[in-house]
């Protein structure tokens, strides 16, 4: 992971903990207040979105203690690998795409960060500026050129 990243789970998990947990918490003492918690729709939705709320903290704070950190100064920009930034053409209909190719728990896509645990990363691993990868996909098989490799 990137220390950018580490740091985006590190805020996401500080906001959880002092800004949702608390709200959650007022949430179900005030539906508590009302009186029968049997008959209680407020009480039930708000004790579910603590247990979402929970689960979310036990989750970031397991991915942070085992996270490791990627030196970005120490990549190569030769081949297509983890953190590089990838400019692709689709050789079918020329279009081009750019992503970063990141781990599993960055991958968000409208940040154009794709894992590498996806078939696109997996057929672009190791590819250089130039070279041509046909990969199977859901639609089938495309074929991509790498048209710019980055850090």
């Not at 190569?76 to 990141?102: A, E, G, H, P």
């Not at 894992?115 to 696109?120: D, G, K, N, R, W």
């Amino acid at each position: 992971m990137t220390k950018e990243g580490q740091q985006k789970k590190l805020d996401e998990l500080n906001h959880l903990e002092n800004v949702e947990r608390p709200r959650i918490i007022q949430q179900i003492a005030e539906a508590r207040d009302k009186g029968d918690l049997s008959e209680n729709a407020e009480y039930d939705a708000a004790k579910e979105e603590q247990g979402m709320i929970e689960s979310k903290i036990a989750e970031l704070k397991s991915m942070l203690a085992n996270v490791r950190i990627i030196d970005e100064s120490k990549i190569k920009s030769d081949s297509v690998q983890l953190l590089t930034t990838v400019t692709i053409r689709n050789t079918k209909n020329q279009q081009q795409m750019t992503y970063t190719i990141v781990s599993e728990n960055e991958a968000n896509l409208k940040e154009h960060k794709l894992s590498i645990t996806t078939p696109v990363a997996k057929g672009l691993l190791g590819k250089k500026k130039g070279e041509k990868a046909v990969i199977k996909l859901p639609v089938g098989e495309q074929e991509f050129e790498v048209v710019d490799i980055t850090v």
